[in-house]
């Protein structure tokens, strides 16, 4: 993952059940993830309270923007139905560089 590369946090945890939504989150989760236009890499982890953690990569920041349309993105996203009232926590961050707004300096 480069420095300037955009990417998704997504934090999720569960009430109940932690052993089937850790392998749904890894085993289908990911893999519909993964299949969305502009996607460079897929990462997973887990905290010992059970957050499950996915870091979605894009190739560049127009790639990032043009996969929330997608349809593979919103099959992506319409996953998460079944889990919604099964959500202890559940959080999704973008991160991206920002280019700082060019300033002029005057000297009279």
Request: proline residues 4%.
């Amino acid at each position: 993952m480069r420095g300037e590369q955009p990417f998704i946090l997504l934090r999720a945890r569960v009430k109940d059940d932690r052993a089937t939504f850790s392998a749904w989150f890894r085993s289908q989760h990911l893999r519909e993830v993964a299949k969305i236009p502009g996607i460079a890499s897929v990462h997973w982890g887990e905290t010992r309270e059970g957050t499950m953690l996915g870091v979605y990569c894009f190739e560049d920041a127009r790639a990032m923007q043009g996969s929330f349309g997608s349809a593979e993105a919103a099959y992506a996203r319409g996953m998460w139905a079944s889990w919604s009232d099964k959500l202890d926590e559940f959080s999704v961050e973008m991160h991206f560089a920002l280019t700082p707004p060019t300033m002029t300096l005057s000297v009279n």
